[in-house]
T-cell receptor, first 111, second 114 residues
Framework: GESVGLHLPTLSVQEGDNSIINCAYS??????FIWYKQESGKGPQFIID?????DKRQGQRVTVLLNKTVKHLSLQIAATQPGDSAVYFC??????????FGKGTRLSVIA | EPEVTQTPSHQVTQMGQEVILRCVPI?????FYWYRQILGQKVEFLVS????????KSEIFDDQFSVERPDGSNFTLKIRSTKLEDSAMYFC????????????FGSGTRLTVV
């Protein structure tokens, strides 16, 4: 079946460096994508979203890039901080279907 | 900032027992969801609920599961006869309007079946 997946299960970065977390999706009908951050013992926390009519969207220190040609989504975190350490999930849906989550990437920030 | 509230935060139950997980969605939200996350795995969709009825459910959501919105504010997930493999984090989520923003998730209930 169609699914959302991740290239890298773990990522370690030095504090202050930029982080890039990648996600591949297979449902070409997906038109809405979200990145969530999950800290230990907590629920997924919305970070940023993007619709399929865009290829880039920026927030505070975060940027999401969408490449529909290769069905690839990435999350860039600028000047990574220790508080960014968490598991990051991409999720997608199309129309009114429920969100489908990827497996997650653990980001570890080294001070 | 509005929150989705879940209780209890941790529930331990004997195999075969019934459990009810409770959620209070954001007050003006209309669409409600239950997801679960087995330890170390991805977040999986269970069921969506709108206008007092189930709008969609996954294969995981079998006859042992049910949802209810008993009083206009609470949204519950019942597992009638728990199995060991039901042990997971269960997350409630809500959204006000389709696709306007990402779902708002609660902090989850950790269910441990022994």
């Amino acid at each position: 079946g169609e699914s959302v997946g991740l290239h890298l299960p773990t990522l370690s970065v030095q504090e202050g460096d930029n982080s890039i977390i990648n996600c591949a999706y297979s449902n070409s009908a997906s038109d809405y994508f979200i990145w969530y951050k999950q800290e230990s013992g907590k629920g997924p926390q919305f970070i940023i979203d993007i619709r399929s009519n865009m290829d880039k969207r920026q927030g505070q220190r975060v940027t999401v890039l969408l490449n529909k040609t290769v069905k690839h989504l990435s999350l860039q975190i600028a000047a990574t901080q220790p508080g960014d350490s968490a598991v990051y999930f991409c999720a997608e849906n199309s129309g009114n279907t429920p969100l489908v989550f990827g497996k997650g990437t653990r980001l570890s920030v080294i001070a | 900032e509005p929150e989705v509230t879940q209780t209890p935060s941790h529930q331990v139950t004997q195999m075969g027992q019934e459990v009810i997980l409770r959620c209070v969605p954001i007050s003006n939200h209309l669409y409600f969801y239950w997801y679960r996350q087995i330890l170390g795995q991805k977040v999986e969709f269970l069921v969506s609920f709108y206008n007092n009825e189930i709008s969609e459910k996954s294969e995981i959501f079998d006859d042992q599961f049910s949802v209810e919105r008993p009083d206009g504010s609470n949204f519950t997930l019942k597992i009638r006869s728990t199995k060991l493999e039901d042990s997971a984090m269960y997350f409630c989520a809500s959204i006000g309007t389709w696709g306007l923003y990402g779902y708002t998730f609660g902090s989850g209930t950790r269910l441990t079946v022994v």
